[in-house]
């Protein structure tokens, strides 16, 4: 499958990004830049570090949307760090775009057809304003890491983080697009990686970065949620639903974001004013998940060991 990932690279979405080069059925033809754990500046400053790092420095990187006075909370600075990335030296100095996102989003649409999927792990701005623009990409396959409907929100009781950054956006994407997938904190706070776990990479560039960068969001997570063992795999397992929807229980309904008032970022069901329903993940299959995403990164980084 030909894959879009739609990231604000922070350290969960350094693991989609390694996990979707890593992984033998997927073919990662771009990314485009949100925002949310960073600017969308500073996150693609990430993503073209980490590609050169992950020997894919040809993949193209997208300038997305923002918002007009978007400024990066102190809760995603203290979870990733102020570069986004933990603070680890991965040579982040510039981004250069290779167009705009929302002009790839619509042009890869047409080109790939029912081979593509769209996978958006952070605000969905650019998302929304594509779908808006362009009927072809509202029946593309899309894999969102977001919201969250049966457990309570990660910045409010309400809302999750990535709805969060800007719910019309998020709202006006769930009633557009035809075949999405939520991946929410309904599944995503199942999965942790441990410190042991993301040890094992260790031994070659790619690997002592990554560690190292799962060991500042580790860290965090221990202030944050004491009672777990690791860090959850929010945006890789993502990616892992892309390429198998196997792994998760979805409830299928029309969803709404809730855009004002005290629930504002609330993903819930909605009972009128569209046909579009969307599938919910609710269940997930740890089991085979966070083993085979730890394994497949410790082969990228061998393979990467062995070729330099």
Same mark, same amino acid.
């Given at each position: 499958m030909k894959m879009i990932l739609?990231?604000?690279?922070?350290?969960?979405?350094?693991?989609?990004?390694?996990?979707?080069?890593?992984?033998?059925?997927?073919?990662?033809?771009?990314?485009?830049?949100t925002y949310g754990n960073v600017t969308v500046e500073q996150g693609m400053a990430n993503t073209q570090a980490l590609l050169e790092l992950l020997g894919q420095p040809e993949i193209p990187v997208y300038a997305g949307a923002t918002v007009a006075g978007f400024e990066v909370s102190e809760a995603s %600075?203290?979870?990733?760090?102020?570069?986004?990335?933990g603070n680890v030296d991965i040579a982040a100095e510039k981004a250069d775009s290779a167009g705009d996102a929302v002009e790839?989003?619509?042009?890869? %649409?047409?080109?790939?057809?029912?081979?593509?999927v769209v996978v958006p792990t952070g605000? #969905?701005?650019t998302l929304a304003r594509a779908l808006e623009q362009d009927e072809t990409l509202r029946s593309i396959r899309m894999v969102s890491m977001g919201g969250a409907l049966t457990v309570p929100g990660n910045v409010s009781p309400a809302a999750e983080a990535n709805i969060? #950054?800007?719910?019309?956006?998020?709202?006006? +994407?769930?009633?557009?697009?035809?075949?999405?997938?939520?991946?929410?904190?309904? +599944?995503?706070?199942?999965?942790?990686?441990?410190?042991?776990? %993301?040890d094992s990479w260790r031994g070659s560039a790619a690997g002592d970065v990554f560690a190292d960068m799962a060991g500042d969001y580790i860290d965090a997570y221990q202030d944050n949620n004491p009672h777990m063992e690791g860090c959850a795999l929010h945006d890789p397992l993502a990616v892992a639903v892309a390429a198998d929807p196997d792994l998760v229980d979805c409830l299928i309904l029309p969803l709404q974001v809730d855009t004002e008032g005290p629930t504002i970022g609330r993903t819930i069901g909605r009972w009128e004013g569209t046909d579009v329903e969307t599938r919910v993940a609710v269940g997930v299959d740890v089991d085979t998940f966070v083993p085979d995403f730890i394994d497949k990164l410790a082969q990228l980084f061998g393979r990467l060991a062995q070729s330099r």
């Amino acid at each position: 499958m030909k894959m879009i990932l739609d990231l604000d690279t922070g350290i969960d979405d350094a693991f989609a990004l390694a996990y979707a080069i890593a992984h033998p059925d997927i073919e990662l033809i771009g990314i485009t830049g949100t925002y949310g754990n960073v600017t969308v500046e500073q996150g693609m400053a990430n993503t073209q570090a980490l590609l050169e790092l992950l020997g894919q420095p040809e993949i193209p990187v997208y300038a997305g949307a923002t918002v007009a006075g978007f400024e990066v909370s102190e809760a995603s %600075a203290r979870i990733h760090g102020a570069d986004g990335v933990g603070n680890v030296d991965i040579a982040a100095e510039k981004a250069d775009s290779a167009g705009d996102a929302v002009e790839f989003l619509i042009a890869s %649409a047409a080109k790939y057809g029912e081979d593509l999927v769209v996978v958006p792990t952070g605000a #969905q701005t650019t998302l929304a304003r594509a779908l808006e623009q362009d009927e072809t990409l509202r029946s593309i396959r899309m894999v969102s890491m977001g919201g969250a409907l049966t457990v309570p929100g990660n910045v409010s009781p309400a809302a999750e983080a990535n709805i969060s #950054q800007d719910p019309h956006s998020s709202n006006t +994407v769930y009633q557009l697009a035809e075949d999405m997938t939520m991946v929410g904190l309904d +599944v995503t706070m199942q999965t942790q990686l441990t410190r042991a776990e %993301a040890d094992s990479w260790r031994g070659s560039a790619a690997g002592d970065v990554f560690a190292d960068m799962a060991g500042d969001y580790i860290d965090a997570y221990q202030d944050n949620n004491p009672h777990m063992e690791g860090c959850a795999l929010h945006d890789p397992l993502a990616v892992a639903v892309a390429a198998d929807p196997d792994l998760v229980d979805c409830l299928i309904l029309p969803l709404q974001v809730d855009t004002e008032g005290p629930t504002i970022g609330r993903t819930i069901g909605r009972w009128e004013g569209t046909d579009v329903e969307t599938r919910v993940a609710v269940g997930v299959d740890v089991d085979t998940f966070v083993p085979d995403f730890i394994d497949k990164l410790a082969q990228l980084f061998g393979r990467l060991a062995q070729s330099r």
